[in-house]
C-alpha cells in the first residue's frame, strides 16, 4: 500500500463522519467505523449487499436520482438530507454528500459522507409541533376576547349611546352647555365603540368564520385600499374544496402581516392576493410592485436583516408543513409564495 493510500485510509477510518462506498451498480464495498457506529452493521456482513436494502422507496428514489445526476454530471444542492434503515429496523436521517469515485475518466462507484441528524429532526419536530399548538390556542384565545368584546362589551356601550341621545334629545334639557357637554360624552362613546370593534376585527376577523377565507381577504385587500390608495385585488382558482380552519387562518395570518409589511415599507401602487388550489396544495401568493429590497440568500438570515415578520411567515407556514418563499430586488417589488399541503398535521 502506497504512502498516499495509507493516509486515506487512516482518515478513512478516523474519521468522525460516517463513510461508505458503493460500486456503479449499489452494490456496498466498504465502510469506516463510524459508519459502523451509525448502522450497527459490521462492513463485513453486508459487503456485496445491495443498499436498496436499508432504504424506503422515497429514500431509494433519492439515491436513484443522485447517483443519475453524479453519472450526467449535472449539479445538485449537496449536503441533502436521506433516510435509512439501520440494524434493527430503526430509521436514521443523515445530512450526507455523494461523490463519484473514478478510476481514470470512468466512474467506479460512489462515496458517501454523512452526518447523523436524527436527534436534531426531532427536536425541529417537537419545537414544531409546540408552536402549532401554541399556535392554535393563540388563534382559539384571540376568537374567545373577540366574541366577548362583541357580545358583552359591546351592548353596554350601545346602550349608554342610546340613553345620552334620549338626554340630549330631551325636551327637559334646557341648558345648553349641559347638551354640548353630554353630546361630547356621546362623541367619545361612540369613538369607544368604533375602536373596540375594531380590536375585536384585528384580534379574529369575524367574516373568516361566518363567510370564509376568500372573503376574509377581500376584506383586508379592501382595507388597504380605503386606507392607503393602493390598488388591491384578490384572485382565486380551483378553490372550491373546503379549507380546514386551521389553514384559512394560518394564510389569512400570513397575507394580513404582508399586506402590513407593504403598508409600512413597500411605498406600492398595486398589490395581488392569489389563492390557487392545486392537486396537493394550496399555493398563495401576494405581489406588490413596491420598492422591494436585497432579500439573504436563506430564509434564516431574515433574523440578521431586521425583518422577522418575513420569518413569522416562513414559520406559520412550517406548522403546517408548508412552504414559503420570497422573491425580491431593489426597485423590483415583491413577491410572496406559500404552499400548504390540503392534509394538515394532526
Wanted: glycine share 6%; no cysteine; proline share 3%.
Amino acid at each position: 500500500m502506497s504512502v498516499s493510500e495509507q493516509k486515506y485510509r487512516y482518515l478513512f477510518e478516523n474519521a468522525s463522519d460516517a463513510i461508505w462506498i458503493q460500486d456503479v451498480n449499489g452494490y456496498f464495498v466498504d465502510g469506516n467505523r463510524a459508519w459502523e457506529k451509525l448502522t450497527g452493521f459490521n462492513r463485513e456482513e453486508v459487503k456485496g449487499v445491495h443498499l436498496a436494502k436499508f432504504l424506503n422507496d422515497k429514500s431509494l428514489a433519492l439515491a436513484r436520482e443522485v447517483r443519475s445526476k453524479l453519472i450526467n454530471g449535472e449539479e445538485f444542492e449537496q449536503p441533502y438530507e436521506q433516510q435509512f434503515y439501520i440494524k434493527g429496523g430503526a430509521v436514521r436521517t443523515v445530512k450526507m454528500s455523494t461523490n463519484a469515485v473514478m478510476s481514470g475518466s470512468r466512474i467506479t462507484g460512489f462515496e458517501h459522507v454523512a452526518r447523523d441528524v436524527t436527534l436534531e429532526k426531532q427536536q425541529q419536530e417537537n419545537v414544531r409541533a409546540y408552536l402549532q399548538q401554541i399556535t392554535r390556542a393563540q388563534e382559539e384565545e384571540r376568537k374567545r376576547i373577540a366574541r366577548d368584546l362583541h357580545d358583552d362589551v359591546s351592548p353596554d356601550i350601545i346602550i349608554i349611546i342610546q340613553k345620552l341621545d334620549n338626554l340630549v334629545s330631551g325636551q327637559h334639557l334646557k341648558l345648553a352647555t349641559f347638551r354640548e357637554k353630554l353630546e361630547e360624552v356621546r362623541s367619545q362613546a361612540v369613538k369607544a365603540l368604533q375602536s373596540l370593534r375594531a380590536t375585536a376585527q384585528g384580534l379574529r376577523p369575524r367574516i373568516i368564520d361566518d363567510l370564509g377565507l376568500v372573503a376574509a381577504l377581500e376584506w383586508i385587500a379592501e382595507e388597504l385600499e380605503r386606507d392607503q390608495k393602493i390598488n388591491a385585488s384578490v384572485e382565486t382558482k380551483n378553490m372550491e374544496r373546503e379549507l380546514p380552519p386551521e389553514t384559512q387562518i394560518l394564510l389569512f395570518r400570513i397575507a394580513q402581516e404582508a399586506l402590513n409589511n407593504i403598508r409600512k415599507h413597500a411605498k406600492a401602487s398595486k398589490v395581488n392576493i392569489r389563492l390557487e388550489g392545486r392537486e396537493k396544495d394550496i399555493e398563495m401568493t401576494v405581489t406588490d410592485d413596491g420598492q422591494g429590497f436585497e432579500a439573504p440568500e436563506r430564509i434564516e438570515g431574515m433574523v440578521s436583516a431586521g425583518r422577522l415578520g418575513l420569518m413569522g411567515m416562513h414559520e406559520r407556514a412550517r406548522l403546517l408543513n408548508g412552504t414559503f418563499q420570497i422573491k425580491t430586488s431593489p426597485g423590483k417589488g415583491t413577491k410572496l409564495t406559500v404552499n400548504i399541503p390540503w392534509t394538515i398535521p394532526k
